[in-house]
């Protein structure tokens, strides 16, 4: 892990990337008061990598951030902005920074939006690169070396909220339902959303399924489902987002196949719900504004010591190898972790090579039959 040879921190630069996240602006606000308690100055950047590109800066001091604990979103506003994969925009974030005299950027995103600011504070491509601290931020819950990223919890309440209110009307009609949520290419969402709301199964990218053996799952778990006896009928499917078979076309071959065997009196279309980007907004809950609160904390104590390619991470109790993370000293719950170290682990997590993957898709294909009892 690296620590710049200058850390003296005069101002520090705060950015919101990719997909926004219930939980950016406790982040946002926490580093915004910490570094102002300390004499640090802070200078906003609009809309993520795009605002630093064209130079979208505006101070923020204690006013400013004052109200923005309880909102969803991010007040600073976020884009996802592909030009930052090009030698040519990184030179002239780099300037950016440097002509606004930011010392150390927060990055406070997702997996694409921590791989621009390890691509911006490359050695190889400026002799004084910006000093970058990231701050994982994004409901997928894709970001190796971390157990939760910002967003997350609120994003999983919002499902199991959608899919209370599902149970109740699934349940009077004795259907069955696929309600598809965000996740991108992870399935954490809906695993978890599946265990915490009663669901009958869940469907996930991880698992490597083709679309036949999708609809195979499905109608096994609708006829489970209605072979209950005095309860009712319901099925609950909660779909990632990435699985090999669209909602859509799901419903359509199941519902064939339903039709083609005795309903016996029961409803034989399902129905889906795609629950989309509600998933991603309203207000945040306690947790996130306190894991935002404390990954902020960790980012500006690390930013101020003058680390530089670091990554804040939440993992209660483990420890990790010297070179790839060390427990910060301003929470011991956090960890500060490596950042190219963290997204080589996202990649892996992303490709199912990692041991966390391969656990979460066997204790899940174990869960299979006991979801439907
Ligand atoms: O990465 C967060 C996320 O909400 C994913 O779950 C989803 O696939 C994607 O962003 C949606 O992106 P957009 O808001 O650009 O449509």
Redesign the pocket.
Known sequence: MSTSSSPTLRKIGILTS??D?PGMNAAVRAATLLAAAKGVEVAGIEHGYRGLLEGRFRPLGPSDVTRILREGGTTLGSA?CPEMHERSARDLARRQLRDHGVDALMVIG??GSLAGAYALSDPDEDEAPPRVIGIPA???N?VGLTGLSIGVDTAMNTIVDACDKIHDTASAHDRAFIVEV???D?GY?AMTAAVASGADAVLFPEAGKSADAVVEQVLETVRATRRRVGRSKRAIIIQA??VSISPGELKARVDERLRAEDGEGLEIETRVTILG?V??GGRPSAFDRLLGSRMANVGVAAAMAGRTRVMTSWMPPMDLPPEVGERSKADPYCLLVDLGAALEATRQLLDGDSPLAQWRTQVFAGLETVLRL
Do not use: K, P, W, Y
């Open positions: 990719g997909g996240a996802r997702g997996n994004s409901i997928d894709d965000m996740g991108r992870c969402l987002e990435g980007h998933v991603r």
